[in-house]
Each structure stands twice: as C-alpha cells, then as structure tokens.
C-alpha cells in the first residue's frame, strides 16, 4: 500500500507492506510490463544494511522496518525508469527442517 503512487521527478516515495506474520524478513521486487520481476533488495529486521539486487544501489533504494510485520520500500531521487508494479514478500520457513 497505497496501490498507486505518483510522484514528481527527484523526490522521494516510501511504499508499505505488512506481513501479517513475525518472519522479520522481507524481499522487494520491481516488475514493469512484459518482463520478469527483478530482485531489489532483501531487508532482515536484525540487520541494519539491506541485501541488494544487481542494479540497485543504496544510494537510491533503502529499506525500513516499522515493526517485525511492517515495512518500508523507500526510494529516492525518483526517476521516470523507476516506474513498476513493486511487489514484497517473505516466506515461511516453518516446514523446511532447518533453523
């Protein structure tokens, strides 16, 4: 949330995502039309640098965590190629045998 963000050229946007459970991990994707969605960053609650994708960089793309189960996309020095479809997402670890 929100669905849909405009924002003037150079300034900052902040998208939201609750997870609903306590992973305390969240991953971000860009998808624009026709192509595969990229991996943009990866942000653990613990840990105070995100992971990022190839092609995004800290200087422009950082993450927050609110919460255990709330989290912030933030963009900065918005540019006309940032425009996407930004998903986030975690996974459950509970059934993979491992700690």
Request: hydrophobic fraction near 30%; include cysteine; charge should be negative.
């Amino acid at each position: 949330k929100p669905p849909i963000l405009t924002e003037q050229k150079g300034r900052s946007v902040t998208m939201d995502c609750n997870i609903e459970k306590d992973y305390a991990v969240v991953s971000w994707y860009k998808q624009i039309p026709n192509a595969a969605p990229q991996f943009v960053l990866r942000y653990y609650h613990s840990h105070s640098a995100p992971v990022y994708g190839d092609g995004f960089t800290s200087s422009r793309f950082t993450s927050k965590a609110q919460s255990n189960i709330d989290y912030q996309l933030i963009i900065s020095n918005v540019d006309v190629d940032d425009s996407a479809v930004y998903y986030c997402g975690t996974w459950d670890s509970t059934n993979e045998g491992v700690s």
